[in-house]
């Protein structure tokens, strides 16, 4: 989720997005724009807060079926290429990483990542907490990574995406996205996805309007730093932060909401943007599913669902789909 290239590169594609996303007759901002220095400061305590309960649900799931999540993929092969999409900080990859190595298991570890920064501290923090482990960091595009792995491979790939990013992406998107990931993949292959599933509307909405304010803040950036990147001069003070969740489609959308009628320029992209009161920016979608959804994702990409790993409460599920 982290973009690190050269400074050029992301303020190019920066002013591109924006400009393109802003100019439409519905404002939004696109979700990879909250991961600067600080957005990756805030999601980091946005992990740490009593409502945000994604991050201690997965990292449950893994501590107690680390054991039945290596039997499934190992079953039926000598061995696997384990590839992470979006590796981030590691904290809960590292559980899974460090009970395979422990059983022996023959595998290797290819984390993969557009920011050869995360790759470096991530290689760096395995090393030193699993040092037998066999990493590959891979510094390319996620679709492009899997070609290069399907050059020369003899044992099946699993591919990693959890954390429930996938709930990042439109629904149609997120089924494209699967689609393209299972169409690289082999027979016996295997997708391990982490999924946020539906539960009370009250607690979803309150992981996404915290108390504290750390959301409001993540979501603010945005604002912050298309003042700083792109020289705009969007007053904050006229902006509110409002999370919603829709039951009936399982869909949590936030927006940064204009309170009055103003105009807010962008000098390095020679764009001016004009609001209505109340217009909105829509800035992020977390989907959330059911087994019926998934289900279907699964099929149409044709894959089948092996089995559906959950924490205690039922609140997150990390997914194993075959090829
Ligand atoms: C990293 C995409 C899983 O949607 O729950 C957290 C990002 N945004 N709070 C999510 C996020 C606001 C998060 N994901």
Redesign the pocket.
């Known amino acids: ?1 982290t973009t690190n290239t050269t400074e050029k590169k992301i303020s190019f594609s920066v002013a591109e997005a924006v400009k393109e996303r802003l100019t439409q007759k519905e404002k939004s901002l696109p979700s990879w724009l909250f991961y600067d220095a600080e957005g990756d400061r805030l ?1 980091q305590e ?1 992990m740490n807060m009593p409502e ?1 309960y ?1 991050t201690n649900c997965e990292y449950d799931i893994f501590q107690k079926h680390k054991d039945d999540i290596l039997s499934i993929i190992s079953a039926d092969a000598a061995g696997f290429n384990l590839i992470e999409f979006g590796a981030g900080d590691g904290m809960k990859t590292e559980i899974l990483l460090k009970h395979f190595v422990k059983q022996n298991a023959t595998f290797n570890y290819k984390p993969v990542d557009i920011s050869e920064n995360v790759l470096s501290l991530l290689q760096e923090r395995m090393q030193k907490s699993i040092p037998d482990l066999d990493i590959k960091p891979i510094n390319k595009e996620y679709f492009s990574a899997l070609d290069t792995l399907n050059e020369d491979r003899k044992n099946p790939m699993v591919v990693l995406f959890m ?3 996938i ?2 992406f439109e629904i149609e998107d997120a089924q494209s996205f699967v689609n393209q990931i299972a169409n690289k993949l082999r027979p016996g292959d295997r997708i391990i996805m982490g999924f ?1 599933m539906k539960k009370d509307p009250e607690m979803i909405r309150s992981a ?1 309007n915290d108390a504290q304010g750390i ?1 409001r803040q ?1 979501n603010m950036n945005l604002l912050t730093r298309l003042n700083n990147e792109l020289d705009a001069d969007f007053d904050l003070e006229q902006f509110k932060h409002y999370p919603s969740y829709d039951p009936q489609t399982g869909t949590t959308k936030s927006f940064l909401i204009s309170q009055k009628k103003q105009t807010v320029e962008l000098k390095a992209i020679d764009t001016t943007i004009h609001f209505k009161a109340w217009e909105h920016i829509h800035v ?1 979608v ?1 989907q959330k599913f059911d087994e019926d959804m998934i289900e279907n994702m699964a099929k149409e990409a044709g894959l089948t669902v092996e089995k559906y790993f959950y924490d205690e409460k039922k609140y997150f599920a990390d997914v194993v789909m075959r090829k």
């Open positions: 989720m999601f946005i945000y994604l954390g429930g990013n709930g990042n946020d996404y959301t993540f992020e977390s």
